[in-house]
């Protein structure tokens, strides 16, 4: 069975740092666009980014996050591992919300097009992450 655990979550003051992974298991997801979505509470899900396969050819990565999150957070991909990373930093409070990792084998991650949730077949568990003083 194929699954994605997020972890890394937590309760954090504004300014504050936290890494997001997302653990893949039950296949190998090297192959496949990872996208990170939050919920906000009383808020639709929102994808804030994305990554495509990174170790095959330089033209092939590809990263993008929301412009709401840009220059604060990176995604990241470490394919030994099977596991994908958001590495959050000066966080707000606005950032409090459930974060989701998801995955699909044919989804392309383009600077141009914000990820949507029908776009991703496979998804974790969801992980809480809190700012506030």
């Known amino acids: 069975q194929s699954q994605l655990v997020e972890a890394g979550g937590g309760l954090v003051q504004p300014g504050g740092s936290l890494r997001l992974s997302c653990a893949g298991s039950g296949r190998t997801f090297s192959r496949y666009a990872m996208g990170w979505f939050r919920q906000a509470p009383g808020k639709e899900r929102e994808g804030i980014g994305c990554?495509?396969?990174?170790?095959?050819?330089?033209?092939?990565?590809?990263?993008y996050l929301v412009d709401s999150v840009k220059g604060r957070f990176t995604v990241s991909k470490d394919n030994a591992k099977n596991t994908v990373y958001l590495q959050m930093g000066s966080l707000k409070p606005d950032d409090t919300a459930v974060y989701y990792c998801?995955?699909?084998?044919?989804?392309?991650?383009?600077?141009?097009?914000?990820?949507?949730?029908?776009?991703?077949?496979?998804w974790g568990q969801g992980t809480q992450v809190t700012v506030s003083s």
């Open positions: 990554i495509s396969i990174a170790d095959i050819s330089p033209w092939l990565r590809n990263t």
């Open positions: 998801a995955a699909d084998l044919s989804y392309y991650c383009s600077s141009d097009h914000v990820p949507k949730s029908y776009e991703f077949e496979y």
